[in-house]
């Protein structure tokens, strides 16, 4: 059911291909214009909708170049709020967005803004921010007004750009020739243990340009940290859990959950959309699933975006009684890749950085 629908969407592909393919166009020809700046600007982005790892991502480069004075700027996705803002110790995820303010609280000595229009949000930066050396921006491949230094593409291990079509047949926001303006390409939610014939396998199907890098990731998951005081009244250790009810509102939830089963016996999964806002309805869907679960060593777990948005007052607050974790992730590079990832960066910051 599903291929037929998408071959009956292909020709609104084909339209929809044709003008964002003549968009990207007008900026190669400078008939729309391309804003270039006089500090570092890494672009972190991807071709298809959501759940590559972009913001992961972020995150090691922020823990790359933690030398430098910092600031991270995105859209804010599903805020309620427009325009430039400049996070601070009263912005949530309903004012900055659940990935921008999961960075803040990870990174509290960065600046991390978020505005629809990245030549405005560079420019309110380094107006409100003078001495930021770095400028990184989330999310952002598709946003051409802004001329990066470093364009980073992300491309899922499993859904690679060059097997799919564009909007509303496929899940690509532009056709994957759009890939040759990346100056590196990162596979990532690749397995932890890659083979060399695989490695060799996708660099031949992706056939980068001669000026194109091609690196391998992964995710790696990290301890089960407590929710705010919400497990003060545990009575048992993490340890001897024997039910959980895991929450996600993520793209891809699929390698998180079985990274769950893998390490609990009985599981009962809530999933709701990617950047999900919890709703007073929802908050009683998770209280009864969590009272149902099996045995009395029972938690809830989610993913560290999730807590974004469950950290809200009016949900926090009906939620701060259950014994809530998260987990959360890194990511790392398989072999040599980092060490040559790492020397790409620090040599571009390094040549291009302002004193």
Known sequence: M????????????????????????????????????????????NLNVGGVGKTPHIEYLIRLLNNYKLATLSRGYKRKTSGFILANNNSDASTIGDEPK???????????????KRVNGIEQIKSLVPETQ??????AYQHRAVKPGINILIT????????????????????????????????????????????RRIKTDL?????????FSYTKYGKL????????????????????????GIAKPDAFYYYIKDNYQNIEHL??????????????????????LYGNNKVIITTEKDIMRLSLPEIYNELKELPIFYIPIEICFHG???EEFDNKILKYVTANSRN
């Open 134 to 139: 770095i400028i990184l921006l989330d999310d």
């Open 102 to 116: 999961q960075i803040q609280n990870k990174f509290p000595d960065i600046t991390v803004t978020v505005d629809e």
């Open 156 to 199: 899922d291990y499993s859904k690679l750009y060059i097997n799919d079509t564009v909007l509303p047949s496929g899940r690509l926001r532009e056709w994957s020739i759009g890939s040759n303006r990346a100056d590196i390409i990162i596979v990532s939610k690749s397995p932890s243990v890659l083979s060399p014939i695989d490695i």
């Open 2 to 45: 599903i291929r037929i629908l998408n071959i009956l969407l292909y020709p609104i592909s084909i339209i929809y291909g044709i003008i964002t393919f003549l968009r990207n166009k007008f900026y190669d020809w400078s008939i729309f214009k391309s804003t270039e700046f006089d500090l570092p600007v890494i672009v972190v982005g």
């Open 271 to 292: 999933a709701f959309g990617d950047h999900y806002l919890f709703q007073k309805e929802d908050i009683e869907t998770i209280k009864t699933s969590y009272k149902n």
């Open 225 to 248: 940290s407590s929710f705010k005081d919400t497990c003060k009244n545990l009575t048992f250790p993490p340890a001897d859990i024997n039910s959980v009810l895991l929450i996600t």
């Open 336 to 338: 040599n890749d980092k």
């Open 207 to 215: 056939n980068p340009k001669p000026y194109q890098e091609i690196f």
